[in-house]
């Protein structure tokens, strides 16, 4: 990268604004040599690093290091042998492995999704936690040992406290009897040992030795000879103590030195993870996106310059940003406009933002893909010197010319007023010719602002260049600073003379001079502008209907969903009705039945059927309604009898004698008279055809097949053979009884099957085969049975199992024994 772009640009004034967020001194430091990345793969990782630091700080998971100084002095100390730390360094360690320590604890808990965070702290050992907990023992938050930091250390500072404590009670002793010598009956402290205040011209009262005068002279300072031997004995006790801090604070720098290594790597650590934080901090502040990198696209969405959003925010106001793409058809944009309208502040967005994603920093737009350039190169401003000998127009051209010598492809070319400060003939056809090599030669994505028309007609006639320009509002005579892609724009250098000031005697005599064409040319780029904006206000008049009718029909698919919701509520109250009917008549239809046996298996079929009809509500769908899905479930199983639906009971009927023939053909109603034993009758609750066993009250017992009922004298119908009946007596041989008309109705009765094998069918086919399987067992009286469904996948198993666990005939079932087929069966216990 060109040093001249890093100044161009305000590189360092980047470095600055990020290095606000930095809390530590290694962590500016960081953010100082901050520069772009030489390898796609270290800055692709950079970016992820950031990436994750963002994501962590949204979920509350992040890390701090304030008040963490450089530990670099205490580690270089560490390195020299023989070295003690002081205690107020040491400090300094435990606060550097503290901090490293809990920010590995941070990523820990979000490593599945942090990998490259994890990775920076993944080896920091869990000793440093050990060696933190260990000085903390030893060296109180002040700076001082604790006196429990080794054994002997206790003992000599509680020496130390007792001797002085002697000591005082005995100066306060001679000062009480000494009287009007003292000068105050206070113990002080001088070199190092106890004394009393003496009055100098009473100095010869009190024995002693003399330690000094106060600054007047009125007052000495006597160390009595009563107490000379104790502070003898004290001086004494502070040396020890003195040599057991040293012994202790070099055993624990030795601790310390031990752990080097894992310091060094904390602190690369910390140093890692407040540079990344600190770009993140960037990246909250600015609303930030992280840039795709390694494209041959330079594509920016509503980027914002960070330094003047910086600026603006001060003053109140903010950035209007921009929005542009570059490609390999499409490699060069030449922006023209108004002065003052923002076209440098294009080149320097587009120039400062490459640099920045380049470098691994999150950069202020809505979405950023960026080239992985060699070069950014920028010829930008007034580089005119008088001590180097150089005007505006030779220090623009000695700068290109340095910039042509270094090119290296990919590149981006930024040129401001290419080709200014001389002839304007001249310095367009320069202009147009300096463009046109970067972008050929030097295969570069070129970026120029210019005022020459010679540079707008090759943009507009050379394939592969764009034009571009920034907007000026000709009503207010005021630059809106937007950028219109497609478009060519006019200087209005005279409209913007007249808003400076300048007389419009002055203007009008210019505007007289300009040239025909050029007036023309001006219009012309006008015109294309106004029609410009009309169309993008179109589009966006279209984006907001576009925008309402995907709001409306979201709203009609939002009601269509809460109809369908409130539908299936009604279905499913429909439903539980229907199914606590059902159990209520089931229950007074067994009611009536004596036979114990026959009870019993009624009660286990209107069980089945009510977890039937639940099963088969469940797989309908409701699509079309509550009276579809209820035919549904209803015709389940038709295949085994018919069910019909009367005021909400479903009940089953055995197949007739022969198909085609219904109960009503059968029989047809008889003379009306009393009823009697051995009448047959029709049952009005369920339709029924059965024979009155006997009869008590104004209630009867009638048999209809293997079942008998108690029923109301007035629920019943004598019935008697229809003729069509009558004229077939072999098709009802076995209907009539040994007694007169009466029916002969068999038991349901299951073939006795004792096992059922269902490999190889699918989950569907095997639940309804067991489910009917299960029926018949528990018809035919079966206790035990088997279902071999094999191994295989278990799917079969588990749907097997599943049906099982609230069949109403199954009491239990069980893998089989491994004799008897192991994980391959079930082996099932039938409730009696």
Not at 283 to 305: D, M, W, Y
Not at 724 to 731: D, I, L, N
């Amino acid at each position: 990268m060109h040093e001249q772009a890093f100044t161009i640009l305000e590189y360092d004034e980047l470095r600055a604004l990020i290095r606000r967020g930095a809390q530590t001194p290694m962590g500016q430091a960081r953010v100082d040599a901050l520069k772009p990345f030489e390898s796609v793969s270290e800055l692709e990782n950079a970016l992820a690093a950031v990436s994750e630091s963002v994501d962590l700080r949204k979920r509350g998971g992040t890390w701090t290091f304030s008040e963490l100084g450089d530990p670099a002095e205490k580690l270089a100390l560490l390195r020299v042998e023989g070295t003690i730390l002081e205690p107020p360094a040491m400090l300094e360690i435990k606060s550097l492995s503290d901090h490293a320590m809990s920010a590995r604890a941070s990523i820990l808990a979000e490593r599945e999704t942090s990998p490259v965070l994890w990775s920076l702290v993944e080896k920091l050992p869990v000793e440093l936690s050990r060696l933190s907990a260990r000085i903390a023992n030893k060296i109180l938050p002040s700076g001082e040992l604790d006196d429990r930091a080794s054994p002997e250390l206790a003992r000599i500072r509680h020496d130390i406290t007792g001797l002085r404590s002697r000591i005082t009670r005995t100066l306060e002793s001679l000062m009480r009897k000494s009287g009007e010598a003292i000068q105050d009956e206070l113990v002080t402290i001088r070199n190092d040992r106890f004394v009393i205040p003496v009055k100098s011209d009473h100095r010869a009262r009190v024995n002693g030795v003399a330690h000094g005068y106060s600054s007047s002279g009125a007052t000495a300072f006597i160390e009595p000879l009563e107490t000379i031997e104790a502070n003898n004995e004290l001086q004494a006790l502070h040396e020890a103590e003195a040599r057991e801090i040293y012994k202790i604070l070099f055993g624990l720098t030795q601790e310390v030195r031990e752990q080097l290594p894992s310091l060094e790597l904390a602190a690369d650590a910390v140093a890692d993870l407040d540079f990344i934080n600190a770009k993140a901090v960037f990246h909250q502040k600015f609303n930030c996106v992280i840039p795709a990198i390694g494209s041959e696209v330079l594509e920016l969405t509503q980027a914002r310059h960070p330094l003047l959003e910086e600026n603006l925010r001060v003053s109140g106001g903010s950035v209007v940003p921009v929005s542009f793409s570059l490609d390999e058809e499409k490699n060069t944009m030449v922006i023209s406009g108004a002065n003052a309208g923002g076209k440098t502040v294009v080149l320097k967005t587009a120039g400062l933002v490459s640099l920045m994603a380049l470098s691994g920093v999150p950069v202020p737009a809505r979405e950023a893909r960026i080239p992985f350039y060699a070069s950014v190169l920028a010829d930008i401003g007034d580089h005119q010197s008088l001590a180097a000998n150089l005007s505006t127009f030779t220090s623009h051209v000695a700068n290109i010319s340095r910039m042509i010598e270094i090119c290296k492809a990919p590149a981006l070319v930024l040129l401001d007023e290419v080709g200014t400060g001389t002839d304007p003939e001249e310095g367009s056809a320069l202009g147009v010719a300096v463009v046109d090599h970067f972008r050929k030669a030097c295969s570069a994505q070129v970026m120029a602002t210019t005022h020459y028309s010679g540079l707008k007609m090759y943009a507009a006639n050379e394939a592969g260049v764009l034009n571009a320009s920034v907007e000026f509002d000709e009503k207010t005579l005021q630059p809106t600073y937007r950028l219109i892609v497609g478009v060519a724009g006019s200087s209005s250098g005279l409209e913007i003379a007249r808003r400076f000031g300048i007389p419009g005697n002055v203007t009008n005599v210019a505007l007289e001079l300009v040239k025909d064409s050029s007036r023309q040319a001006s219009e012309y780029l006008r015109r294309i502008k106004r029609e410009a904006e009309e169309a993008e206000s179109l589009r966006l008049a279209l984006d907001e209907e576009r925008v309402a009718v995907a709001e409306k029909f979201a709203g009609i698919d939002k009601q269509a969903e809460r109809q369908e919701r409130e539908r299936q509520i009604l279905f499913q109250k429909s439903l539980d009705t229907i199914i606590r009917d059902f159990e209520k008549r089931s229950r007074e239809l067994v009611a009536t039945i004596q036979d114990r046996s026959e009870r019993l298996k009624v009660d286990r079929e209107a069980q089945r059927r009510v977890a039937e009809l639940k099963r088969e509500a469940q797989r309908a769908t409701y699509a079309g309604g509550k009276r579809e899905s209820m035919s549904a479930a209803s015709a389940s199983t038709s295949g085994r009898g018919v069910r019909v639906m009367r005021d909400g009971l479903v009940v089953k009927k055995e197949k007739e004698v022969e198909e085609g023939t219904s109960v009503e053909e059968e029989y047809t109603s008889a003379e009306v008279r009393e009823i009697a034993v051995g009448d047959m009758v029709k049952l009005r609750s369920f339709g029924s055809i059965g024979i009155v066993d006997s009869l008590k009250g104004d209630e009867a017992e009638v048999r209809v097949k293997s079942l008998r009922f108690r029923e109301k004298l007035e629920n019943l119908e004598l019935v008697e053979l229809s003729e069509a009946a009558k004229t077939k007596p072999e098709k009802f041989a076995s209907l009539r009884a040994s007694r007169g008309n009466e029916v002969q109705l068999k038991p349901v009765q299951g073939n006795g099957r004792s096992e059922i094998n269902v490999i190889g069918q699918t989950t569907d086919e095997a639940v309804d085969a067991v489910d009917k399987f299960l029926d018949e067992a528990s018809l035919a009286s079966l206790s035990k049975v088997r279902i071999v469904h094999g191994h295989g996948t278990g799917a079969l198993r588990r749907a097997i199992a599943e049906l099982l666990t609230d069949h109403p005939h199954v009491a239990r079932f069980v893998a089989a024994p491994p004799d008897q087929g192991g994980s391959g069966a079930t082996v099932v216990e039938l409730k009696q």
